[in-house]
């Protein structure tokens, strides 16, 4: 069947999260009905192109139970990202937990670099200039927008 599994067995929220250019954490809870020795293991699959893998390096609850994985060297590719998460207990099957993930939506940019400030002393006027952000897959600059808050002192 599709949905094999006890009902509330699968876990909760799942979410992902990519930080500094090529590192991604995901993150998920035990299912609230999921009997005490049920263990989740992560897989998934960056593009059709590339196999799909388990996850390399676990983050584990006081329990020792999986609840979340590190990944690192991390491409963020034109296509969706494939999740699966799989559970195994003695006492019942385990619901699966499957998503599909546009990386770059998940993506927290890096802060703009070289921020630099020009006041002239004769004039009202200021410069700020900065370079963009760093990343691992926008190619144009102009995708990025700003915004400066100034806050007189």
């Not at 009902?7 to 993150?27: D, R």
């Not at 983050?59 to 699966?84: P, S």
């Not at 019942?92 to 002239?120: H, K």
Request: net charge negative; charged share 20%.
């Amino acid at each position: 069947p599709l949905f094999a599994g006890m009902n509330g067995s699968a876990v909760e929220n799942f979410s992902c999260v990519i930080y500094n250019i090529s590192l991604m954490n995901c993150t998920w809870q035990a299912g609230r009905d999921a009997p005490g020795d049920t263990q989740y293991f992560l897989y998934w699959q960056n593009s059709r192109k590339n196999k799909e893998m388990e996850c390399e390096l676990y983050m584990k609850d006081e329990n020792g139970r999986n609840t979340g994985c590190r990944f690192q060297n991390v491409k963020i590719d034109t296509e969706h990202a494939y999740f699966l998460v799989n559970g195994s207990s003695k006492e019942s099957l385990i619901r699966f937990y499957d998503e599909y993930i546009q990386l770059y939506e998940i993506e927290i940019l890096t802060w703009p670099l070289n921020v630099t400030v020009n006041c002239n002393t004769d004039s009202v006027g200021c410069i700020i200039t900065w370079q963009p952000p760093l990343t691992s897959h926008v190619e144009k600059v102009k995708c990025f927008q700003y915004e400066i808050k100034i806050q007189n002192k």
